[in-house]
């Protein structure tokens, strides 16, 4: 199945701006009468027919509508640091979308390498994985947030929260810390970790310390381990 993204679709006639119709028609070469998938990224699933197969323009007509394609009873929430390199960070939204995400934060740190970000070049990282792994809900991407910021946000008194550090102190690890079936909010820092006055912060926020691998691992590789790790337990207590 071949899905396409439109967030403003609405009604039974949708037409596709010229970038998508030319991938459409000219090189899918689709042709009228022919079926088309369509997700607004909020859980529906679009099916329709294409009645002009334009160039520019390409126009479908819906046939079928069905929602909550894919919803899940739990959330998944990651803070982290953007890397240095921009490249592994889009890695990483990349491949959390395709496994299972709903919204990212990047975080300013103490020790962070990387303060700003184009929003809306990753937004299209996101979209297009989204598209690729056939998800029916596309993942929130925030602007960059101050990490103590962040800690201060109005969090559900059931969300887990967890922050993955490096250093030797005592602390469980995520598969045993987190309780499958509960929204979940993971952060994770820069390559240089937490400051003391950080970890201070988020324990006071009630943010428990966890060890995702017994490896030292990269920031956007930890971040794709987590999700993985809150993703596999979820499936195995289907």
């Known amino acids: 199945m071949q899905l396409f993204y439109a967030p403003d679709i609405s009604g039974n006639i949708y037409v596709f701006p010229q970038d998508e119709s030319k991938h459409i028609v000219k090189v899918l070469r689709l042709k009228e009468g022919d079926s088309i998938h369509i997700t607004d990224g909020k859980g529906n699933l679009f099916i329709s027919e294409i009645v002009e197969a334009d160039i520019k323009n390409c126009k479908v007509k819906v046939t079928s509508k069905r929602s909550e394609q894919g919803k899940r009873d739990f959330t998944v929430h990651m803070a982290v640091a953007p890397t240095k390199n921009i490249k592994r960070f889009e890695w990483f939204l990349e491949k959390c979308t395709e496994i299972g995400i709903d919204e990212i934060t990047p975080l300013k740190c103490r020790y962070s390498e990387r303060e700003y970000i184009k929003r809306d070049r990753l937004s299209r990282v996101v979209s297009a994985a989204m598209k690729q792994s056939l998800k029916m809900y596309l993942p929130v991407l925030n602007e960059v947030t101050d990490f103590n910021d962040f800690l201060n946000s109005d969090f559900d008194d059931e969300t887990c929260r967890y922050i ?28 240089g970790d937490f400051s003391d006055e950080e970890k201070k912060s988020a324990k006071k926020r009630s943010f428990e310390p966890v060890t995702i691998s017994a490896s030292r691992l990269r920031t956007e590789t930890a971040g794709v381990v987590a999700c993985h790790t809150v993703n596999l337990l979820n499936e195995e207590d289907v």
């Open 164 to 191: 993955a550090l490096c250093d030797d102190s005592p602390k469980q690890h995520l598969k045993n810390a987190y309780t499958a079936g509960r929204d979940v909010v993971i952060v994770i820092g820069p390559e």
